[in-house]
């Protein structure tokens, strides 16, 4: 399976973002996924997870209420949507697969496909 992420992009804080996934070579509709951020000199942390039939779903304390994960089995994908973003929120984004599973786990060890990063650039 390859994972590719995009729409990261440039906004202003208070702005929104939609980032997708796709996934090829493969499926991914009986894995759990996530997507995780990291920024400059940190730690790549989780930012949402979502079980491998979207029934539920985590989402971290810092962007709970702006940030919903989803996904869309029938197009093999995965979606993040950003709203109210802050410049704290910049990072490089990334979308993961946990093959073993069909339930998320909030640890990035966990997850054994990766995507490629989309940058995301919050100015204030």
């Known amino acids: 399976v390859q994972l590719q ?9 208070g702005g929104s973002l939609r980032l997708s996934c796709a996934a ?3 499926t991914v509709n ?3 996924m996530a997507w995780f951020r990291q920024a ?9 997870a979502i079980t ?4 539920a779903a985590y989402h971290a304390n810092s962007v709970k ?10 197009k093999n994908a995965l979606y993040l949507t950003m709203n109210s973003l ?6 490089v984004y990334y979308c993961a697969a946990r093959s073993g599973s069909r339930y998320y786990n909030t640890a990035a060890n966990q997850y054994d ?4 990063g989309t940058l995301v650039t919050v100015s204030s």
């Open 5 to 13: 992420a995009s729409g990261g992009g440039l906004v202003q804080a």
């Open 24 to 26: 090829s070579k493969g």
């Open 30 to 32: 009986s894995y759990a």
């Open 40 to 48: 400059p000199g940190k730690d790549r942390d989780i930012v949402a």
């Open 52 to 55: 491998w039939n979207g029934n």
């Open 65 to 74: 209420g702006r940030f919903t994960i989803s996904r869309d089995n029938a």
């Open 86 to 91: 802050r410049p704290e929120d910049t990072a």
């Open 113 to 116: 496909y990766w995507g490629q």
